[in-house]
């Protein structure tokens, strides 16, 4: 009967390390898709405990738009419309993220004065081929970063370029800290941001958001290659009902371009 007992438990743990051990190291996570994040369907589906169990790495939004998100060495932040950065509990959701298992397969040093524009376009120049999945982390001391952070919003819930009119913006100098963020290629621009989406917390993990512009001289980058994508849809009335036939990239350029 003992031995029973312990082969049973035994089973059992086993069967709770399942997931964790199929999860594959280059998989790419998503929960729902840009389009519908610009048509305002800003409901929280995914827990981030089930969220965390997809990536340590990664990169969102929460339920009713509130605020940005960075994943980071496991650990979750929300960055809110007031400037403050808080650590995110398990039962919080999000409507739509990116999250990997981060695990840098190259490096690379950034020396010499970058924007953001100038940045991503020497990172393009390193990055061996453009049809897959990048996550990307740059670590350094930057002389300025701007980022923004949308205010919460109510229902019925606007588009995405209509919530982000009242979007906080947020400057800083000289200050140290983490990009946190994805490459996607070309073709898969109706799920998410073609190209680089990045966001930023400082060191100490009290502030940042969705990085709008960056001035940086010295940092590390490291990336990471992945060449599977794995997608959750959300199963709400609105996304179900949804048009998400159309094309979004206009509007997805508009919400992601520095405000002057």
Do not use: C
């Not at 929280?44 to 738009?65: A, Q």
Request: glycine letters at 6%; aromatic letters at 12%; charged letters at 20%.
């Amino acid at each position: 009967m003992t031995s029973n007992i312990k082969l049973l438990s035994m089973a059992l743990f086993l069967i709770l390390l399942l997931p964790a051990a199929l999860a594959s190291s280059d998989a790419l996570f998503q929960t729902s898709t840009i389009n519908a994040l610009m048509m305002g369907d800003f409901h929280g589906t995914m827990s981030f405990k089930e969220l965390k169990s997809h990536g340590d790495f990664g990169l969102g939004t929460f339920n009713r738009l509130d605020g940005e998100m960075v994943g980071l060495d496991g650990k979750f932040y929300q960055m809110k419309s007031d400037g403050h950065a808080y650590p995110v509990n398990d039962t919080a959701t999000t409507p739509f993220a990116e999250v990997a298992f981060f695990k840098a397969e190259d490096n690379i040093s950034l020396n010499g004065m970058y924007n953001l524009t100038q940045m991503e376009s020497y990172l393009d120049s390193k990055l061996p081929t453009r049809n897959i999945f990048y996550a990307i982390r740059i670590d350094g001391t930057f002389d300025y970063v701007k980022t923004r952070a949308p205010q919460a919003q109510s229902e019925p819930y606007p588009t995405l370029t209509e919530a982000l009119k009242t979007q906080k913006i947020f400057q800083f100098n000289n200050t140290t800290g983490t990009v946190v963020g994805f490459w996607y290629p070309g073709y898969a621009k109706d799920i998410n941001v073609p190209g680089y989406h990045l966001h930023f917390i400082n060191e100490n993990r009290s502030a940042g958001g969705h990085l709008l512009d960056i001035k940086v001289s010295k940092a590390r980058v490291a990336i990471d290659e992945l060449t599977e994508l794995d997608m959750a849809l959300p199963t709400d009335k609105e996304f179900y009902q949804a048009d998400l036939s159309g094309d979004q990239q206009a509007a997805v350029n508009k919400a992601e371009s520095n405000p002057k």
